[in-house]
């Protein structure tokens, strides 16, 4: 269902990831570009979340599935880049990076910025 080759994925497909933490919850935004209008992008897991590990990885993780729309399948799609833009919210307050995996690839690591009004004043700006 997915294609899974990394330069349609990974290479081209992301341009940033950003990590804040506020009260606890750490917040994730993804943006990027899909090759067509019949590819799609989709959260699938979190950790912690609903992904479970024996031992803890040291960082949050952020599971991302790219790749055509399955009614899509098969079928010829113009070639118009799409942007998209993804959100996530992982409760977590013992992790101080987000590992984003797409296709089951690890894409990057994030450093996960502490939220406070400083911070706050410097976004405005």
């Known amino acids: 269902m997915f294609?899974?080759?990394p330069y349609r994925t990974m290479m081209r497909a992301l341009e940033k990831a950003t990590?804040?933490?506020?009260?606890?919850?750490?917040?994730i935004f993804v943006t990027g570009e899909m090759p067509t209008p019949c590819d799609e992008v989709k959260i699938v897991g979190t950790y912690p979340g609903n992904i479970v590990h024996i031992k803890d990885p040291g960082v949050a993780e952020l599971f991302i599935k790219m790749g055509r729309k399955p009614e899509e399948e098969g079928e010829y799609c113009i070639p118009?880049?799409?942007?998209?833009?993804?959100?996530?919210?992982?409760?977590?307050s013992n992790h101080d990076e987000v590992a984003i995996y797409v296709n089951d690839n690890l894409y990057k690591r994030v450093e996960i910025e502490e939220w406070n009004e400083t911070?706050?004043?410097m976004r405005k700006e």
């Open 119 to 121: 911070f706050a004043g």
């Open 80 to 92: 118009i880049v799409m942007p998209f833009f993804i959100e996530e919210e992982i409760e977590d």
């Open 3 to 5: 294609d899974i080759s």
């Open 19 to 27: 990590a804040y933490r506020r009260d606890g919850i750490i917040y």
